[in-house]
């Protein structure tokens, strides 16, 4: 059995999803491109630090139990979308209420950028809420109103910002910044779960599902950690970085980083957001030759996108960078080149991962990225006299590892595949 071609609405829609994320994404590299013009490139590394703390925030709050609820919502009847959504609103009141308490006292201990505290409590919750719905709107395949709703989240607001630091000198600053984009992320939430809400209709609920609840946190514990480890190596690398070469230098590399980083959001908007709802029913149903089928397509549409997608962040380096006439850009200009490897290597990663993941086989998946987690911490410490490089560097020997750790799980577990349970 193969699987179904693309119908003519699902192309638009392909299409349409990959045109908003290209216009976010160019959104956010033109901010971030002029952040570096506008701000210090000691602010700017404070905004790199912010974001970090924000990002690794929403996925230690967030328990990854989308991993759960995102597989089952894919095949549920109305009735259990319904539940879902539900428990889905309790749960995440609860962990963010831990996560205020874990981020207070990661405060108290000076292991977040002092003076920033509310912003980024703020900031963790509609970045938590916005992405929790995200990604229920996309097990429900509405990658459209998804990739809407991120635009708002991530890009409509930069326009902004954009905009009136540019007529109103006064206004360049990273409180501004941080501003519109809390403002913006709430926007995206409510819209986000009004569409939510249509789709499924959920009501007051009556009980907490403790037994669901349960359940999820248990079945998503093994990619929760995997995804701490991986989202833990794009925290911590700013920080080893702040520590080797200091703010300035970290300035550059988030400079770099905002640029490696579209090219992930270009590949989950066109291949991993279509692939991965039909992955899990064609495994679900144990339909492998329908699975292959739709594995062989991402594959190939993921190297047509890497290619060129790499080549064009070579070309905005190289052609941009040096219009900033800062020399702490340009003499930084290798760690780029370093973490474009760190970054193809990653994609590639894309594809073993989301067949691990449609057949359930999460513990290869845990395991590769927890110890890919551990090379990156060791390779960047004795790697230290190489200076600021020994960060991508330690990050290419990670995603490596963790690409060929992948790469063999996946051809086992398609080798001795059966139904889940």
């Known amino acids: 059995m193969s699987a179904p071609a693309l119908t003519t609405d699902t192309r638009t829609r392909v299409v349409s999803s990959i045109a908003l994320r290209g216009l976010t994404l160019g959104g956010r590299f033109l901010l971030l491109f002029l952040l570096a013009h506008w701000l210090t490139p000691a602010d700017l590394g404070t905004y790199g630090l912010v974001t970090a703390v924000v990002g690794y925030g929403i996925y230690l709050i967030g328990w990854e139990f989308y991993t759960y609820s995102g597989r089952r919502l894919v095949t549920a009847d109305a009735a259990m979308r319904r539940h879902m959504v539900e428990q889905l609103g309790i749960l995440y009141s609860l962990s963010y209420a831990l996560g205020v308490a874990v981020l207070a006292m990661a405060w108290w201990a000076g292991a977040i950028p002092q003076g920033y505290a509310l912003w980024i409590a703020g900031l963790l919750l ?18 459209l109103t998804a990739s809407v709703v991120l635009f708002i989240r991530i890009g409509a607001w930069c326009f902004l910002v954009m905009a009136v630091m540019q007529l109103e000198s006064e206004w360049r600053s990273l409180e501004w910044v941080l501003g519109a984009w809390l403002v913006f992320a709430g926007l995206a939430c409510g819209l986000g779960y009004a569409s939510l809400l249509a789709e499924t209709r959920p009501g007051w609920p009556r009980r907490i599902d403790w037994r669901w609840i349960g359940q999820g946190i248990l079945a998503a514990w093994p990619l929760f950690v995997a995804s701490l480890s991986t989202r833990g190596m794009v925290t911590f690398d700013r920080f080893f970085l702040e520590d080797q070469a200091g703010l300035e230098v970290l300035g550059a590399y988030v400079l770099y980083m905002g ?17 991965y709802p039909r992955l899990v029913e064609h495994a679900g149903r144990g339909e492998l030759p329908a699975f292959r089928a739709v594995l062989g397509k991402a ?21 941009l960078v040096p219009v900033l006439g800062k020399p702490v850009f340009t003499d930084n200009r290798h760690l780029m080149y370093w973490l474009l490897l760190a970054t193809a290597l990653q994609a590639l990663c894309l594809i073993p991962h989301l067949a691990l993941y449609g057949m359930r086989r999460d513990t290869p998946i845990m395991l590769s990225q927890l110890v890919g987690l551990v090379v990156f911490c060791v390779g960047a410490w004795l790697l230290r006299p190489w200076g600021a490089v020994a960060v991508p560097v330690a990050l290419c020997l990670a995603w490596t590892l963790i690409l060929a750790w992948k790469s063999i799980a996946c051809r086992q577990a398609l080798a001795t595949f059966t139904t889940p349970s």
Do not use: C, K, W
Not at 126 to 143: D, G
Not at 259 to 275: E, K
């Open 126 to 143: 509609v970045e938590y809420l916005a992405q929790e719905v995200h990604r229920n709107l996309v097990a429900l395949s509405r990658q």
């Open 259 to 275: 640029i490696t980083t579209a090219i992930l959001s270009f590949l989950d908007a066109g291949v991993v957001d279509f692939s």
């Open 299 to 319: 594959r190939s549409r993921l190297l047509l996108m890497t290619v060129p997608l790499v080549l064009a962040a070579l070309l905005v380096t190289e052609l």
